[in-house]
């Protein structure tokens, strides 16, 4: 057996990556900054497969995966967790294959679940934020099950403040023995915080042979979202569904068709709009993968839309494996190619399934996506040339995306109303505020940060008297912005009794317009 030693590398840099639009058709460059971007070294084959990211200004993350060495041994590292710097702070064997983890953000408690081909118990095991070992427990069959039950594949975990759920296929044997043809069903477990105690165990069968559920997320009303798949005469139908506290689950969608099958990988819950994401790989023919994203509605429990995506063409047949939502409602999605030398990627939309960028990776399989309330973007997944290929290595990444950048584009524009403002003609309106103030706290979220709140917030037009101190608040608002990009502007215009010209609101005009980029 070839020994390994356990190595870190590291790798940083800083790029630009293409173009998005936001409102008014005006079109602005991204800036992508490479926080950190690590690779493990664990043993011969290591798959990061899920990665959690803690709240707060400088959150750690928590990676899992699967190790083998060349034998096909297993036992080795597996769990990382990495600070906001990218340092690992501290890492653990799981003894058993993890799929997925989830973290309870109440004390950056993480569980881990994992099973491995249908042949033991799925595992769930709980770690403290040092990934010391809390708890451990396992699925047990179904009471009442035929002998041979008790097979039970876990891929995904959610946590809130009432328990953890737990998705997966469990597997139904018909005797006589030994066991003979199986029938696969989708199955939800619950278990409390503490792991001692099962408070759920839900089932759902469509009728189909083979069904099992890849991915879960819960919602504040403890409602389940599930994502999965079923077999459908020769190729698997896409499945996502709402199971309720009780175990009721409606399906929202089935989606299939093509010869190849469509398969979801991971689902997630915006908290804030309610609307549900999942992604996967829509199979549309022989040697043609895209990833598929789809918006749900938690109320109507039908599609908003879907979308399908093929980053880098048509051959290079890569499929999604992972979304999340940041705090502004937009969506991350992750990929990776089955094809050689096809990069992986993350890619951002709106909540209206505009596509707003997107970051590859070279030499790189995307396996999971992950978002903290700063900003940035984590992915996790394996140094492959191929997704799923041997002798790869954990690889995690964090980006940041503060700045726009619009300095950096030739005749860029926003369509400011009397534009240009003309000394001794141009009265200064409520609408040019009103403009300024809107513009200045897109610019504050483009670089992370809230929107700024105003005096006098509502302007009404021949009664609100423009002031001094209404220039001063935006361009300290947009003054922050520069700061956190790593440029400064010049000084206020000076106490509240100065006499406001149109030069004043042309050089606010100015910084807005050219927000810098992100700082090299």
């Known amino acids: 057996m070839r020994k390994k030693i356990l190595i870190f590398y590291v790798l940083a840099g800083i790029f630009l990556v293409g173009f998005f639009a936001v409102g008014l058709s005006v079109t602005y460059a991204v800036i992508l900054g490479t926080v950190y971007d690590r690779v493990s070294n664990f043993q011969d084959s290591d798959y990061a497969r899920d990665i959690a990211v803690e709240k707060g200004l400088n959150p750690n993350v928590y990676v899992v995966g699967s190790v083998w060495d060349s034998l096909g041994n297993s036992g080795y590292t597996d769990i990382v967790k990495y600070s906001s710097t990218g340092a690992v702070v501290a890492s653990v064997s799981s003894g058993f294959f993890p799929e997925s983890v989830a973290l309870n953000p109440s004390d950056n408690s993480i569980y881990v679940i994992g099973g491995e081909n249908n042949i033991t118990p799925g595992t769930i095991k709980k770690y403290d934020s040092s990934l010391n070992l809390i708890a451990a427990t396992t699925t047990k069959p179904i009471t009442g099950g035929g002998a041979c039950d008790g097979r039970h594949d876990i891929n995904g975990v959610a946590v809130d403040s009432t328990g953890i759920y737990v998705v997966g296929r469990y597997k139904r044997f018909t005797p006589p023995s030994p066991c003979g043809a199986s029938n696969e069903d989708f199955r939800l477990i619950k278990f409390n915080l503490a792991l001692t105690q099962q408070t759920g165990d839900y089932m759902y069968d469509s009728g189909n042979t083979q069904e099992g559920a890849s991915a879960v997320a819960v919602d504040a009303l403890q409602n389940a979202y599930i994502a999965g798949d079923k077999y459908n005469v020769s190729y698997l139908d896409w499945v996502v569904g709402k199971m309720n506290s009780v175990g009721v689950f409606t399906e929202m969608e089935v989606y299939g068709g093509s010869p190849f ?157 009397d534009n240009p403002i003309i000394s001794n003609q141009t009265k ?93």
């Open 261 to 417: 099958g469509d398969v979801p990988r991971d689902i997630t819950v915006d908290p804030a709009s309610g609307y549900i994401y999942a992604v996967g790989e829509n199979d549309i023919s022989s040697g043609s993968i895209s990833a598929r994203l789809v918006q749900y509605s938690s109320s109507t429990l039908v599609s908003v839309w879907a979308t399908s995506t093929q980053p880098f063409g048509i051959s290079s047949q890569s499929g999604g494996t992972g979304v999340a939502v940041d705090k502004f409602g937009s969506v991350y999605i992750s990929g990776g190619a089955y094809v050689s030398g096809s990069p992986g990627w993350v890619q951002k939309f709106t909540s209206f399934g505009k596509l707003l960028f997107t970051n590859p990776f070279g030499n790189m399989c995307a396996k999971s996506v992950a978002v903290d309330d700063n900003n940035n973007f984590y992915m996790a997944g394996q140094t492959a040339s191929a997704c799923d290929s041997g002798g790869s290595d954990y690889r995690t990444v964090k980006i940041s995306s503060r700045c726009n950048g619009t300095s950096t584009l030739p005749g860029y524009t926003i369509p400011w109303t």
């Open 428 to 520: 200064i309106k409520e609408v040019h505020m009103r403009e300024l103030r809107s513009w200045t706290n897109d610019r504050r979220v483009d670089a992370g940060m809230t929107s700024s709140t105003w005096s006098d917030n509502l302007i009404v037009p021949n009664q609100t008297k423009i002031k001094a101190t209404h220039f001063d608040e935006v361009r300290t608002a947009i003054s922050q912005a520069y700061s956190t990009c790593g440029r400064n502007i010049d000084p206020n215009i000076g106490g509240p009794n100065v006499t406001i010209r149109g030069a004043h609101l042309e050089e606010l005009r100015k910084y807005i317009l050219s927000i810098p980029e992100f700082p090299s």
